[in-house]
């Protein structure tokens, strides 16, 4: 009978929807707020979009580089399917409700393309590392069976990485409170509402995303100093230019992916961190999947060419 008693509190308490409490509680905020994201969305879809359509039809981008920049915004455009349309609802909604089953949907989805990305980033720098440092048998490394292979181990990463995360959350009770202090279900905020013991979670995310971090830094930064070193030996101003102008746009969008990403997560987990920590992640949920088909088309030559191709097809 205790047992049975036991089992039905348990049964009784377990939290069926959560509430998100979005970005902030001030009302005055909120349509401002609800404008800016919403123009943000509309930026970030149509700007990857295009990216994505201009590399398709354009046989001048059909190049390892572009291939994993077509990559890179298909998971931006994908990224921000996840989570900003809950979050708009937030601005208008007296209460935004999202399921459990959501929650964790919601969960694994952003798992798996925030992973990604990191992964898809670090084989472009090995790709930078080919093109920079053995220019001439670049298209005997970078043949199309390694562009493969170097783009579906990110999304095999991101999809065992968002399995581990989920599966492990999902074995969590929430009987305490429902409400959860972010736009979106993360970790960490998820993890402050359980009433199970949490320490397996919090060590195997540390561990998984801390592999992940070193693992993917460890190869940027070699890549990188391999770079150097070759820059360093070119006799030619133009080849030190060159060198530079490939390398520029991915130094930029790994320093915004990164380091916006680290002061979102690499903090105390106290109370007051929190809403810190939402607003860091605003950086690498919103502002990055916006920025990056703007770094790889307002800095690159072709795609600039590319672009004057299309708008004169189109035009005739």
């Known amino acids: 009978m205790p047992h049975m008693r036991q089992m039905t509190m348990k049964n009784d308490s377990s939290v069926s929807e959560f509430f998100l409490m979005g970005l902030t509680d001030q009302p005055e905020l909120q349509l401002p707020l609800f404008i800016l994201f919403l123009v943000n969305y509309m930026v970030t879809v149509m700007g990857n979009l295009s990216l994505m359509n201009l590399i398709c039809l354009n046989s001048n981008l059909h190049t390892p580089m572009y291939f994993f920049i077509f990559n890179l915004s298909f998971i931006d455009f994908c990224y921000s399917l996840v989570f900003t349309p809950k979050m708009l609802m937030s601005f208008v909604l007296e209460k935004n409700t999202i399921s459990f089953r959501g929650c964790m949907t919601q969960l694994f989805f952003f798992l798996f393309f925030v992973n990604s990305e990191s992964y898809v980033l670090t084989a472009m ?167 990056n088909p703007l770094i790889y088309s307002l800095r690159n030559k072709d795609v600039k060419l590319a672009v004057k191709k299309t708008w004169k097809r189109l035009a005739n």
């Open 125 to 291: 720098a090995y790709d930078r590392y080919v093109a920079i440092c053995q220019p001439l048998l670049y298209k005997v490394v970078m043949s199309p069976k390694l562009c493969c292979l170097l783009i579906f181990g990110p999304y095999l990463m991101g999809l065992v990485s968002a399995l581990f995360h989920t599966s492990f959350m999902i074995r969590l009770n929430f009987c305490d409170s429902n409400i959860i202090n972010h736009y979106m279900c993360d970790i960490f905020p998820l993890l402050r509402l359980s009433c199970s013991n949490t320490y397996v979670n919090e060590l195997v995310s540390s561990v998984v995303v801390g592999i992940a971090i070193i693992l993917c830094c460890l190869i940027i930064f070699i890549s990188y100093a391999m770079i150097l070193f070759n820059i360093v030996h070119m006799s030619s101003g133009k080849g030190w230019s060159k060198a530079l102008g490939t390398c520029g746009s991915h130094i930029i969008t790994v320093s915004l992916f990164y380091g916006s990403g680290l002061l979102a997560y690499v903090k105390p987990s106290s109370a007051e961190t929190v809403g810190q920590g939402k607003f860091f992640s605003v950086f690498y949920t919103f502002l990055v999947p916006m920025l």
